[in-house]
């Protein structure tokens, strides 16, 4: 095993609101940028959560990769979302195209701050 763990907590997103409430939405622009960046999704569940007393419910959107998965959770209470791409370098290494897919979602959420770490799995 080898491959590149990112991560990332996006703050005071600036986006069209209807992002972080519309599943099928947030989907489509998820799979169009792991295309966009050389990756190649197998699969996908996108899920829009109930609204609650703290307003609408937020979702989760994840795209099974061939080289790993991309998961996205949105709280539309706070215009907060966090970011998980995860890439194996098994056989060739995709570490650019996880850094184009992290950098690609984060302009699409134009979060005012973030927190993001990256992580070298394996030996």
């Known amino acids: ?57 937020g979702v989760t959107a994840t795209v099974l990769l061939a080289e790993s998965h991309l998961c996205v959770h949105t709280w539309p209470e706070t215009a907060a979302v966090t970011l998980d791409v995860y890439v194996c370098n098994f056989g060739g290494d995709h570490s650019a195209k996880a850094q184009a897919l992290m950098g690609a979602l984060q302009e699409l959420f134009r979060p005012a701050s973030c927190s993001s770490h990256a992580l070298v799995r394996g030996l």
């Open 1 to 57: 095993m080898h491959g590149l763990h990112l991560t990332a907590d996006l703050y005071h997103c600036a986006c069209d609101a209807t992002l972080l409430t519309d599943a099928a939405l947030l989907g489509a622009r998820c799979v169009q940028a792991v295309e966009a960046a050389g990756l190649q999704a197998v699969a996908n569940l996108f899920h829009t959560f109930p609204a609650t007393a703290h307003g609408p419910g």
